[in-house]
């Protein structure tokens, strides 16, 4: 185990040092510059001061070879346009923020999923199925920042039951999060459906059933683990899009959180944040990819790790 995890942790370093590279090279060609916006109120010396401040006016590679060193320290450098602050310190205002938007939407996703999912598994062709799948094809089909929109006019201005926009209490954080979460919750209910469908058809159900086990029983005893794998699997791109989703949502909902500062970034081609942000959410999600890749190594034993180093 401690062999595989540390061959997964190799790859995903290399994989990051990809991440930065065409980051850092994108920023570099794309059009337009920090101090555009500047350009009628200072003068070419204060430019010129400003390119060497910020190291603009060095060679490319000498500017990607600091930045690749500033990276493995996990310093991004200070933000061009929010003079005086860190892009670490920004990282480390918002991002919590962040992080409770996403685990609150991660557990309607998976909590709802499953849940829908079980209930349609063993309600096959009847209303409870039918009602489940419903719910889950319109969470799929409708996007969240129209879901966002929706919710806001519905829920907020006409019925007046919650605030739409701010964060200041957690009823500011159930519209975003509903926002944000039932999407990948059908996903989830569809997967989680249809691996329990396909289990109870297998052998050791079939045995569970003939020594008098109740059919619920079996599923939260049995199948339901092996069922799950492919939920499992699914976190780390649900988590991916759970993360990205909140640039939308948090700019829908004026949350303070961090992609409302990646947004803004981009808008004001500040090179740095867009760079430290991008890095950081790679790191994170990276770090997620290996956390699942062990989680369906301890659930199903059956994944040969040995094989899986070869």
């Known amino acids: 185990m401690l062999k595989y995890i540390l061959k997964r942790i190799g790859y995903a370093l290399i994989t990051l040092l990809v991440i930065v590279t065409v980051t850092f090279f994108l920023m570099r060609i794309a059009p337009g510059n920090p101090f555009a916006s500047e350009q009628q109120v200072i003068t070419p010396a204060i430019q010129q001061q400003l390119n060497e401040a910020y190291g603009l006016d060095d060679p490319w590679y000498v500017q990607y070879g600091n930045y690749v060193k ?25 991002f919590p923020v962040s992080v409770q938007l996403g685990l609150q939407a991660l557990l309607i996703s998976v ?3 499953i849940l829908l999912g079980v209930i349609a598994a063993m309600y096959h062709n009847r209303a409870g199925d039918y009602l489940a799948t ?27 039951l919650l605030p739409i926009s701010g964060w200041k209490s957690f009823m500011h954080t159930v519209l975003p999060t509903f926002a944000l979460g039932l999407t990948y919750m059908g996903s989830i ?39 799950l794998l492919p939920v499992v699997t699914y976190l780390g791109p649900l988590t991916a ?18 992609g409302r500062h990646f947004v803004t970034s981009i808008n004001n081609r500040d090179y740095t944040v867009i760079m ?12 997620m990819i290996i956390l699942v890749d062990v989680l369906n190594a301890l659930i199903d034993p059956r994944i040969d790790l040995e094989g899986a180093d070869k």
């Open 70 to 94: 500033k990276v493995a320290t996990f310093d991004f450098g200070e933000s061009m346009k929010y003079r005086g602050r860190s892009v670490n310190d920004m990282i480390g205002e918002s």
């Open 111 to 113: 909590g709802g999923g």
């Open 134 to 160: 419903i719910i889950s094809v319109l969470g799929i089909s409708i996007p969240s920042f129209v879901l966002a929109g929706l919710s806001q006019y519905f829920l907020g201005l006409k019925l007046g």
């Open 189 to 227: 209910a569809k997967m989680t459906r249809s691996g329990l469908l396909e289990q109870n058809t297998s052998e050791y159900v079939k045995l569970a059933h003939a020594k008098g086990l109740g059919r619920w029983q079996i599923v939260f005893k049995h199948s339901l683990r092996n069922a």
């Open 241 to 258: 899009g759970v993360l990205t989703g909140t640039f939308v949502i948090e700019n829908i909902f004026s949350i303070p959180g961090l």
């Open 276 to 287: 430290g942000v991008t890095v950081f959410y790679a790191i994170v999600l990276l770090g």
